[in-house]
């Protein structure tokens, strides 16, 4: 790795990192020169291939296992991370699932089980970190929400509820830690290729991408990136860039 890179010694945290955006997001990010904390909940094999990835490119990057929808192990997550690391600089809150069902049909467990992750767990991870930014008064926080956070979808009411709720937490929380040089901005997915998308009839979702293709993680984790390393995004807070194809405009 370039000992030049933006994020030397800084410590990044990505939830969700052992897979799709997550992983691509880690391995962007360790480019960049942070070392990188891969959080994962129940693919240790896969998150410690992230963490093998990382190290043998001369990247510094380990693994812990912690469901960030829960708040006795968000806790010792972010404890864990400080013993180890001693500063958390860059937080994205990418951990996410689906529980797809139309609304009339939809248990309430599987719409507790998507706001939990990827809604409250944003709020937990946020919530935890927020006292060592402030002391810093330093520290960028990137939120993975989705373009159907911003104009919904058929059968996905849970997920869009979340992750249009991550759009106003995003917002709130630049508001609240501006002023201590604390980044907070969100990044919104369109269709990108990975195991969530895979499954799903692409002709009528390409008819309605101008640019005429999934994205890929690599091309999100380019923007997530630029958020938490490039100086210029110092003056960008409290916004939500969607990559997107320009599926959504306006």
Known sequence: ??????????????????????RSVALALAEAGAE???????????????????????GKAYAIQAN????TAVDELFKTVLERSGRLDVLVNNAGITRDGLLMRLKTEDWQAVI???LTGVFLCTRAVARTMLKQKSGRIINITSVVGLIGNAGQANYAAAKAGVVGLTRSTAKEFA?????????????????????????????????GSFGTPEQVAGTVRFLAADPAAAYIT??????????VMG
């Not at 790795?1 to 997550?22: F, K």
Request: charged share 15%.
């Open 36 to 58: 990188v904390v891969v959080n994962y909940s129940s693919s240790p094999d896969a998150a410690e291939e992230v963490v093998n990835t990382i190290n043998t490119a001369g």
């Open 238 to 247: 409290g916004q939500v860039l969607q990559v997107d194809g320009g599926m």
């Open 116 to 118: 939990n992750l990827n």
């Open 68 to 71: 960030v929808g829960e708040e």
């Open 1 to 22: 790795m370039n000992s030049t890179a933006p994020l030397t010694g800084q410590t990044a945290l990505v939830t969700g990192a052992s897979r799709g955006i997550g």
């Open 179 to 211: 002023s201590r040089g604390i980044t907070v901005n969100a990044v919104a997915p369109g269709f990108i290729t990975t195991d969530m998308t895979k499954e799903l009839d692409s002709e009528p979702i390409l008819a309605a991408i101008p640019l």
